[in-house]
């Protein structure tokens, strides 16, 4: 799920996905205790998702045509029109706001969002102290009030 | 008691429950008494829920049966030595690593460049005899010359004489052709 949110397309995520749990399964002798086996996968997963997303910048806009259809697919239950078109809006924004964001900022929001992480955990992960943790995610929070405060 | 900028700038971590005791205490106080700084904490609470389910509501299409397929696919099928090594490349020039060679590649090249300096008769770093000079060749510095000194002779590689000076001039160069 975190490698969702963070490539966003769902193709593209189930290929780093599938590559993670291959390069863990080659590298497993590797795997020295250090840190827990989750934190050491997430590692794995995480620097591929970056290679991945500064190798293959895929435009907002088929961020977004990706988006739809996943949205369309669920078949949500037809509420108030008005609230729809909001919601509908804003997932855009944010979707389009989460995209901006540099693969180092969208790595610590995505796992602190979605996995509620704890800052050393993310730390070990990302291979930076917690500060930096934190000094990323304050940054990236901003980043993301200044584009989404009208929506919020 | 902190200030609106400090409580700004720390709030997400209080809400993280990343604070230290006394900073996160320093906070909470700060909270129950600026409605603006009450604001911000909202806002990223809302923030927070909207993005979890948007994010969520993504990941919620995964397919597992396909997934483990995908990943016993690659695990059978036998790597191509270039993938192999692309992987490899890939890992040493990452850019963490990157960060670090950079400055390694300088210390060695200056390493390289100094290293006569310390070991004169080792002739390992760039030989003095190779380097060419700029230098005045009158006694007023308007003529200068770029000038190769060798251990048995002397080359002009290029001459530079002013307008005036050469009209001036009785003294011919013995070589003004560039000899690169």
């Known amino acids: 799920m975190v490698i969702v949110g963070l490539l966003r397309n769902p193709d593209d995520a189930m290929e780093v996905a599938q590559e993670s749990f291959f390069r863990a399964y080659r590298k497993i002798t590797s795997f020295q205790g250090q840190s827990s086996f989750y934190t050491w996968l997430y590692r794995i997963a995480i620097n591929i998702c970056i290679d991945h997303q500064r190798r293959e910048k895929r435009s907002p806009l088929e961020f977004r045509e990706s988006m739809d259809e996943v949205f369309e697919q669920q078949n949500e239950v037809a509420r108030d029109p008005f609230s729809d078109v909001h919601d509908r809006e804003l997932r855009e924004k944010m979707l389009s706001a989460i995209d901006d964001l540099t693969p180092e900022h969208k790595a610590v929001i995505v796992l602190r969002t979605l996995e509620g992480m704890s800052y050393k955990d993310i730390g070990e992960i990302l291979g930076c102290s917690e500060g930096t943790v934190m000094s990323r995610l304050h940054y990236a929070r901003k980043k993301l009030q200044h584009k989404l405060s009208a929506f919020l | ?180």
């Open chain 2, 1 to 180: 008691m902190s200030n609106c900028e400090t409580t700004r700038e720390t709030i997400g971590a209080w809400l993280d429950g990343e604070l230290a005791a006394a900073q996160a205490e320093a906070t909470s106080r700060h909270l129950e008494v600026c409605a603006a700084c009450r604001e911000e904490r909202h806002w990223l609470e809302r923030l927070h829920s909207s993005m979890r389910s948007v994010l969520e509501a993504n990941g919620s299409e995964i397919q597992f049966e396909p997934f483990w397929q995908g990943v016993q696919r690659r695990v059978a099928q036998k790597r191509n030595w270039y993938d192999e090594l692309g992987d490899r490349i890939r890992g040493t020039f990452s850019a963490p690593r990157l960060a670090w060679a950079i400055p390694a590649v300088i210390v060695i090249v200056l390493a390289g460049l100094s290293i006569d300096s310390f070991f004169p008769s080792a002739k390992i770093g760039i030989q003095s005899d190779n380097l060419a000079t700029v230098e005045s060749i009158d006694a007023y510095g308007r003529n200068v010359a770029l000038l190769h000194e060798g251990e048995t002779n002397t080359t002009v590689i290029w001459l530079y004489q002013p307008q005036e000076s050469e009209n001036d001039s009785s003294t011919e160069p013995s070589e003004t052709k560039p000899s690169f």
